[in-house]
C-alpha cells in the first residue's frame, strides 16, 4: 500500500505528457514527508501517436511510474477505471494530462480530505474563489455551464463543477466507485460524484487555480456524448422495484380502459355522458388551432356566431397543445384514450415518487399509499369524463417543492421552480390546482400547530420562496387570464345547483364502479357518476381511524387526520342533511361559497383532498408493519389493510357503441350547401345533453361550425356561467320535442321565431340525422321551414337557399 497513487489518463498527448510527468514528480519529491510512497499511472487509451512511448521511456527512468496500455481508444472513463484499480494508494489523485490544474493545487485537495475529513477533494472551477487564468473560448464556457446545470438537476444537486479533471480520492472508496462504473466517457465523473453521494461519503469542493490548454480532447460533439451517458447512468440507477411499480400501474389503467382501446373507432365511455364527445372536440379544436396558427384560447367552431372562451373551459392546453401531432396523426379519440391511460398511470407513479421520497422507506408501501391516492374511488369516478380531475401528476411535484422551501436551503431556486411548476399546473386544471391549495393550507396549519418548532423555523424560508414563486407565475399566466375572466365569452361564476355537497353517509358507502360497489346506491348519493367524490367505504374509513389512533403521536399523522376531517367536512356543502332525518343544519362550505374562485367549484369536489392523505396514511401503516419483527403481528396487520383496500378496488370502465358520424358529413355532401360565414344547424342543436355534433365536427376536420354547443359559457347580463349555449326558442323547442317525441302546434309566430333564430345562427343547412323520435322531429322542422327536407346520405336536410 503506497501513501499517494496518481492517475493520469492519455489520448496523443505525446507533446505534453513529458512535461506533465516531470511536474508531478518534482512537486511529489519535494516534500516526501507529506507526500510518502508514491506512484503514478499512465493509462494509455489506445493512442495513435507516440503516448505510449513517451510513458514508457519516462517509467524507464523513474521506477515509481506505471504504465498501462490499450489498444483501442475507449474514453476517458474506461481508461481512468482501469488506472484506479490498479492503484494501491491510501489517497488516489486523478488529473488529465495538461495539467489545466497545476499539480501544486494537490495541496488544497489534501487539506481537505486530511483535516476536514472528506471523502473526496474535487477541483472547482466554479468555486467564488477559484482563479481561471486562461479562459476556454465563449461558447465552450457556456455549453459547460449550461451542462453542469443539467448535472446538478438530474444527478449531483449542489455540485458545481463535476467536470473538473483534477480529483482526490479516498483510495479504498475511489477503487469501489470505479469498480462499479459502467461508462466509458467524459461521464464517468459523474458516475463517481454521484456513487459518493449515494454512498453518503462527503464530498468537498476546493477553489482552485485552473488555465485552458490548447489541443483539448473534448470537442463540441462531446457534449452531447456526455448528456447521453447522464441519460444511461440515470436509467442505470432506477432500481427494480420501481420499475416494477411503474409496469404495474400502467397495466392496471391499460385494463381499466380496455373497452375504449379494444375499438377507438366505436366506443364509447358509457358512464361519460357528453363529456367524451367535449373532450375529443377540445383535442381537435386545439390541435386545429395550432395547425392553423389561431388563438387557442378562443373558438367560433362552436356555438357560432359568438364562440367559446376555450381558457374559461377546461381544454388542458398544457397537454393538448403537445399532444397535436398525436391528434393529427391518430385522431383525437386515441389522444382521449392517451391521455386518460397515462395519465392515471402517471398520477400513481408521481405519488409513488413523493411517498417514497418524502413518507416512507419501504418501496412497497409508498405503491400501497400511490395506488390508493391515484386509483381511489372519486379518481376513477372522474376518470369516466374529466380527464383534468385525473392527471394530477404535478400535485406530488407542487407539494414536494413546497416542503423544499420549507428546509430553506435554496428558496429563490425553488421559488422559481415552484412559479414555473404552477404555471404548468394552471394549464393543465385551475381547480385542481385551487383543491390542492386548500388541502397543502389546511395541512400547513395542523402541522404547525402539532410541530410549532419546525413551523417558526419554517415560516419565512417558505413565505419567501412564495413571493418568488408569485413573482415567475403571474407574468405567464397574466394574459391567459385576463382573457379568461375578461376576454370574450367570459363569466363570473358557474351554477352547480343546491345539491352538490357529499351526504355524510357517501363516504361509508361504496362507489358504483368499486368492486364492493352498486350503481343504485352509488347514483342515489351522488350527482352522476363522473362526479361520485367520496365513496371511500367503511372499511377504509375504519382502517384510517385506527391508524391515526395507532400512530396519534406522529406529527405527520395529526396533521394529515385533521386535513382529511377538514376536507371531509367542507365537501357537506353549504347545507347538511342528517342521514335518515329531515334535518338540515348549515356547513362550513357556506363561508366560502360566495367567495371568488370558489363560487364555481363543485363542493363536493372537496372530498377528493382526503384520497392523498388517506393514501400516505396507510403507507405510514405498512411501511411500519413491513419493519416489525413480530411476524403475527406484521401478518395480521398487513391483512387488515389488504382487507380494507380490497372492496374499493375499481373494476373496468364499461363502454358502448358510439353513433356513426351521419354520411351526409362524413362523405363532403355538406360543402355545396353552405356558403362563406355559414353555419350547419345540427337538429337538435348540440347541448350538455347531447353532443354528438362536437364528435361530428372532430372527425370532419372543421369545415364547417355549428351553433349551440357543450361548453362553460355566460348567461343574461351578469355573465352567469351556464352549460351551453343561451338558449333560444327555436332550440328549446327542438330540444323538448327530442325528449317527449309530441309535435306542437306550429303557428306563423314560431315559423317568424325560427326563421329569426336561424339568421341569427347564420344558418345554410338544417341537418336531422337517424335518432330517436326522429319522425316527430322531422314534422317540426318541416312545419317551422314550411316545406318538406331531402332525404341526402342517410340524413334529412333543408337547404336554406
Request: net charge neutral.
Amino acid at each position: 500500500m503506497t501513501d499517494l497513487s496518481v492517475v493520469v489518463p492519455a489520448y496523443n498527448e505525446e507533446a505534453r505528457l513529458r512535461p506533465t510527468l516531470d511536474a508531478i514528480r518534482a512537486h511529489l519529491s519535494a516534500d516526501p514527508g507529506r507526500w510518502g510512497d508514491w506512484e503514478v499511472i499512465v493509462v494509455d487509451d489506445g493512442s495513435t501517436d507516440a503516448t505510449a512511448r513517451v510513458a514508457r521511456d519516462f517509467a524507464a527512468e523513474e521506477p515509481r511510474v506505471h504504465v498501462i496500455t490499450g489498444l483501442d481508444n475507449r474514453g476517458k472513463g474506461h481508461a481512468l477505471r482501469r488506472g484506479v484499480l490498479a492503484s494501491y494508494g491510501r489517497r488516489v489523485l486523478v488529473t488529465d494530462a495538461d495539467l489545466a490544474t497545476p499539480v501544486e493545487e494537490l495541496d488544497r485537495l489534501d487539506k481537505e480530505l486530511t483535516a476536514e475529513g472528506a471523502d473526496a477533494a474535487i477541483g472547482s472551477r466554479a468555486h467564488p474563489d477559484s482563479r481561471i487564468e486562461v479562459h476556454q473560448h465563449r461558447l465552450r464556457e457556456w455549453l459547460g455551464r449550461l451542462g453542469n446545470r443539467f448535472i446538478r438537476a438530474v444527478a449531483v444537486p449542489g455540485v458545481r463543477d463535476t467536470q473538473c479533471g483534477f480529483k482526490l480520492f479516498d483510495g479504498d472508496k475511489a477503487r469501489a466507485a470505479f469498480a462499479d462504473s459502467r461508462l466509458d466517457g467524459w461521464g464517468i465523473d459523474v458516475e463517481i460524484l454521484r456513487f459518493f453521494r449515494q454512498a453518503g461519503w462527503a464530498v468537498a469542493e476546493v477553489p482552485v487555480r485552473w488555465s485552458h490548454q490548447e489541443g483539448s480532447k473534448v470537442a463540441p460533439l462531446d457534449y452531447a456524448r456526455v448528456l447521453a451517458e447522464l441519460v444511461t447512468l440515470r436509467a442505470r440507477s432506477v432500481r427494480r422495484t420501481d420499475l416494477a411499480v411503474v409496469g404495474l400501474f400502467v397495466l392496471a389503467s391499460v385494463l381499466l380502459y380496455r373497452g375504449l382501446w379494444a375499438d377507438l373507432n366505436r366506443a364509447y365511455l358509457a358512464d361519460a355522458g357528453q363529456d367524451q364527445n367535449q373532450w375529443e372536440w377540445f383535442f381537435a379544436v386545439t390541435a386545429d388551432n395550432v395547425t392553423h396558427l389561431r388563438n387557442p384560447l378562443f373558438t367560433t367552431v362552436q356555438n357560432y356566431p359568438d364562440g367559446v372562451n376555450l381558457m374559461a373551459n377546461t381544454v388542458m392546453l398544457g397537454l393538448s397543445v403537445p399532444l397535436t401531432p398525436v391528434t393529427l396523426t391518430l385522431g383525437p379519440t386515441v389522444t382521449w384514450a392517451l391521455v386518460l391511460t397515462l395519465g392515471l398511470a402517471a398520477t400513481a407513479c408521481s405519488w409513488y415518487w413523493l411517498l417514497a421520497r418524502r413518507i416512507v422507506r419501504n418501496r412497497w408501501a409508498a405503491a400501497t399509499g400511490a395506488a390508493l391516492a391515484a386509483f381511489a374511488p372519486p379518481m376513477i369516478s372522474h376518470g369516466n369524463a374529466h380527464p383534468n380531475f385525473l392527471l394530477l401528476f404535478m400535485m406530488p411535484v407542487l407539494i414536494d417543492r413546497a416542503l423544499r422551501l420549507c428546509e430553506g436551503k435554496a428558496v429563490v431556486r425553488d421559488g422559481v421552480l415552484l412559479g414555473l411548476f404552477t404555471t404548468y399546473q394552471i394549464f393543465l386544471g385551475e381547480e385542481p390546482l385551487l383543491l390542492a391549495a386548500v388541502g397543502m393550507l389546511l395541512f400547513a396549519l395542523a402541522y404547525a400547530l402539532a410541530h410549532r418548532e419546525v413551523a417558526r423555523a419554517a415560516w419565512r424560508p417558505l413565505l419567501k420562496g412564495l413571493g418568488v414563486a408569485l413573482a415567475v407565475c403571474l407574468p405567464l399566466v397574466a394574459f391567459p387570464l385576463y382573457w379568461q375572466f375578461f376576454g370574450p365569452q367570459s363569466y363570473h361564476s358557474v351554477l352547480h345547483g343546491s345539491n352538490a355537497g357529499n351526504g355524510p353517509l357517501a363516504f361509508l358507502e361504496f362507489a358504483g364502479r368499486s368492486l364492493a360497489g352498486d350503481e343504485a346506491t352509488a347514483d342515489e348519493l351522488a350527482m352522476n357518476r363522473t362526479e361520485q367524490n367520496a365513496f371511500y367505504g367503511w372499511p377504509l374509513v375504519a382502517l384510517a381511524f385506527a391508524i391515526a389512533v395507532r400512530l396519534w403521536r406522529r406529527p405527520l399523522v395529526k396533521a394529515l387526520t385533521a386535513t382529511a376531517l377538514c376536507a371531509a367536512l367542507l365537501s357537506l356543502g353549504p347545507r347538511v342533511r342528517i342521514p335518515y332525518t329531515d334535518v338540515i343544519v348549515p356547513g362550513p362550505w357556506r363561508f366560502l361559497a360566495d367567495k371568488p374562485l370558489f363560487e364555481s367549484v363543485i363542493e363536493s369536489r372537496v372530498a377528493m383532498i382526503c384520497a392523498p392523505v388517506l393514501g400516505m396514511l396507510v403507507a405510514l401503516a405498512v411501511d411500519r408493519l413491513a419493519a416489525s419483527r413480530n411476524r403475527t403481528y406484521r401478518v395480521a396487520g398487513l391483512a387488515a389493510v389488504a382487507l380494507a383496500l380490497l372492496p374499493t378496488l375499481p373494476t373496468p370502465y364499461p363502454v358502448r357503441e358510439r353513433a356513426p358520424v351521419p354520411g351526409f358529413l362524413a362523405y363532403g355532401a355538406w360543402r355545396q350547401y353552405l356558403g362563406p360565414g355559414e353555419s350547419i344547424v345540427p337538429v337538435p342543436l348540440p347541448d350538455p345533453g347531447s353532443a354528438d355534433a362536437l364528435h361530428w365536427q372532430a372527425e370532419t376536420g372543421f369545415g364547417f361550425p355549428v351553433p349551440g354547443g357543450y361548453f362553460n359559457g355566460p348567461y343574461g347580463p351578469d355573465r352567469i356561467g351556464i352549460y351551453g349555449a343561451v338558449p333560444r326558442h327555436t332550440s328549446n323547442l327542438l330540444r323538448e320535442v327530442r325528449w317527449s317525441g309530441r309535435v306542437p302546434a306550429i303557428g306563423p309566430r314560431w315559423q317568424e321565431q325560427a326563421r329569426a333564430d336561424l339568421e341569427y345562427w347564420r344558418a345554410g343547412v338544417v341537418v336531422l340525422p337517424s335518432q330517436y323520435n326522429q319522425e316527430a322531429l322531422y314534422e317540426t322542422v318541416s312545419k317551422l321551414l314550411g316545406r318538406p327536407g331531402e332525404r341526402i346520405a342517410g340524413a334529412w336536410v333543408w337547404d336554406l337557399h
